[in-house]
């Protein structure tokens, strides 16, 4: 009797789980909609000044990491299916992929970033302050952005070690994945921003 | 692949449909080939770029919504949650832009 008691102690409710997730992207996607809005207002307001700046930055860079974004979140997606068939190092494989595109993704943003720098472009830069009023706005809004986006990844990356660990350990498993799909829907949410980056910046020329 | 694209699974509630490895290939692909079409247009111009933007890109963002993030395959609460705040999001678009259109 006692024993039945204590095995239906053991409160889980998935769907729950989801939704909390889900409430909190929606605070995320609030987050970045705000950035978004004032990058439209700010684009309306120096149309030249961003397309002049537009060209600045490295279309190839920004396509490329697209697909290899896109690709991360493909392999997260299976690594779901994979635990939901019940084949863990397939799940752990698609995740280490996933996990290694992420990496790219920061690897070939910083070399990006640092060419920026480079040419004397980074926040508070001497020579920034000699370009148009609207460039400014332009580098500013791309590094807060593209670098709230990037501290998103970084994050993201962490999580899916973790998941990782736990597909590995057997926390997560064919009957028991909701961490897996919730660590999921963020790292697809990380994607999702930078869909809507992409056209914004990189090809705003 | 030869699995096919559903296999039930006795997962939280029984009775949901799980997509398989295909499904998502042929979205991931469709997210590819929307990419090369929003750069593709991009080199038309600026108002061909801006266009590709305002269509293609909610396209894209609606395919990993829907399939990637599973939306397809929830009940309507967690679809509400999106829309809403999609609505209230737009609505913040409005009201800014027919602010600046006046001035």
Not at chain 1, 43 to 65: I, K, Q, W
Not at chain 1, 132 to 141: A, D, K, R, T, W
Not at chain 2, 14 to 26: C, D, L, N, Q
């Amino acid at each position: 009797m006692s024993e039945l008691v204590q095995a239906h102690a053991v409160h889980r409710d998935d769907f729950g789980a989801r939704l909390g997730m889900w409430l909190f992207l929606v605070t995320e996607m609030v987050l970045f909609g705000g950035l978004f809005i004032a990058y439209s207002y700010m684009r309306s307001t120096y149309p030249a000044d961003f397309h002049h700046a537009g060209a600045e930055l490295n279309a190839t860079l920004g396509v490329t990491n697209t697909l290899v974004l896109l690709t991360s979140s493909l392999t997260v997606a299976l690594s779901i299916v994979a635990i939901q068939r019940g084949d863990r190092l397939k799940s752990m494989a698609f995740l280490s992929a996933s996990l290694l595109l992420g990496l790219t993704f920061l690897a070939i943003k910083a070399t990006e970033w640092a060419a920026k720098f480079h040419h004397g472009l980074y926040p508070n830069a001497p020579h920034l302050a000699t370009l148009p009023h609207g460039e400014q706005v332009f580098f500013g809004l791309y590094f807060t952005m593209t670098g709230l986006h990037g501290l998103h990844v970084i994050i993201g990356l962490g999580v899916l070690t973790y998941m990782l660990i736990q597909v590995a350990r057997g926390r997560i498993c064919q009957d028991r994945y909701v961490q897996l799909e919730n660590a999921g829907l963020y790292w697809h949410l990380v994607d999702v921003i930078w869909i809507f980056l992409l056209p914004l910046f990189y090809l705003a020329a | 692949m030869s699995e096919s694209a559903l296999t039930s699974s006795a997962h939280d509630d029984g009775s949901v449909a799980h997509p398989g490895y295909g499904t998502f290939v042929k979205v991931w692909l469709a997210l590819v080939i929307l990419t090369g079409l929003l750069v593709l247009m991009s080199h038309f111009g600026q108002g061909s770029a801006v266009w590709g933007l305002l269509l293609i890109t909610p396209v894209k963002a609606w395919l990993v919504f829907y399939f990637f993030m599973h939306l397809k395959y929830e009940g309507p609460l967690l679809k509400v949650v999106v829309l809403v705040t999609l609505g209230t999001m737009l609505i913040f678009f409005a009201l800014l832009f027919s602010d600046v259109a006046f001035r």
